[in-house]
């Protein structure tokens, strides 16, 4: 059975007439902007926004990312993008689903994955800095001392 | 052992000021335009452009896209994308590289895979259309009878 | 004096880290994006949407636009765009402000120009359709017999 | 008369499917990247690229932007975008023309008005910084002492 999410958000969000091309439907490259205002949601929830990674010294870039195009959004349609935090204690792993507004039909499903860097010296950690952990124990997760 | 790509082209790109985030690298969503960049080459390399899909009868929506992110490209940088055509039976899966273009550094590996749709009646086709795999046969690639 | 607006309305948006350049500052071209997110919203304030344009005949195109970068925008500063309709018997002619949400400051002043096309024979129309003045008329604006 | 311009260049570049909208036309917003990408190559051509710019203490915001559409672009046509410097004393104004790379029919006409700041206090420039004035001279442009 997996761990449950430590932290889960959802945002909303109106697919624009620039997203979307010939075909009518948004273009497959514009849904990463969708995860990115999703995850943006969920560190934000915690505290832990771009502003707090950067003056705390970290970094997270993304080194892996998935998405399956399950169905097609179109131009004008709401969209609910959920974003769970789903692996936290060696890198940042986040789970989305993509579902019209309305009636809850699945569109996409994506995982992205991140790893800090000390910026101070450019080196990739391998395993999460203590103010991100802090951060989730403070919203009330359970992480083990270590 | 894996098959032979049946197609593999490349192309060079320059990493543009726009697609630079805070981080003085490329915004990790952008890279879908480069593999766009690059499968386009491809499809044009067997004569099966967007027009000729569409005048054929075929749209090839993405239904899925897995991206690795090894080392940030930075602005100004010039890079090339390899693309090679590696399932076509039943999909269109294509695998890529990022280098730099100098060194050939591995930047990004990524796929693409992508079902045919018939546009008369907009249903997924769970073979390859004939008009795709003449144009491969055209191209010099074996394609068993089917 | 200028005729006062025929239609007014402001929508809010956030601006999301993909939008920020290495200055830390919103590239300048995605407040085209921001436009035409507040033109989306007057357009659909009168019933005049896309799809409805496209449903009674006519293409709107973009012909000329003109944008002044007044104070910079910043990563995840709520914006407010308002948009106003200003010509509307020849062309559709919108005048936009983008302030800071909360402080009212201005950040970008900008006019776009758009002419019909009557997508039948994509001929360039002199005067404005019928179908958008009457739509104009429903919302209340007062238009000349012509 | 208009004074003949400092520096002229041109770039070619290809629509790329993800540019172009359901009317099967570059979306408007996207011929900004164009332009920036014509601006790049005129800074580079007198050595004064972003990099330099920074090094030697100077940002130059877009603080004007105008654009004229005549003719709509295409997915796949090969566009040249030319760009000239038309004033340099007291800030960088470029003009630019873009046409069809083949049979020069002119698409699009813009231009970009930019303002030096300081970035050791943020402060807006009323004359151009000697660094860029220098840069042009070493390119061969005569300029007032002053």
Known sequence: MPKPA?????????VPFHDVDVMRITWHGHYVKYLEIARTALIDEIDYGYEEMENTGYGWPIVDMHLRYVRPA??????RVYADLVEW???????????????GTLL????????????????????????????LRAYGVTIDAS
């Open 6 to 14: 430590a932290v889960s958000v959802y945002v909303d969000l109106q």
């Open 89 to 103: 204690e060696n890198c940042m792993k986040i789970r989305y689903r993509i579902v019209d507004r309305e009636s």
């Open 108 to 135: 996409n499903k994506a995982t992205s994955m991140q790893v800090a860097i000390d910026v101070s010296n450019n080196e990739m950690l391998f395993a999460s800095p203590t103010v991100f952990l802090n951060k």
């Open 74 to 79: 179109r131009m004008g349609q709401w969209l």
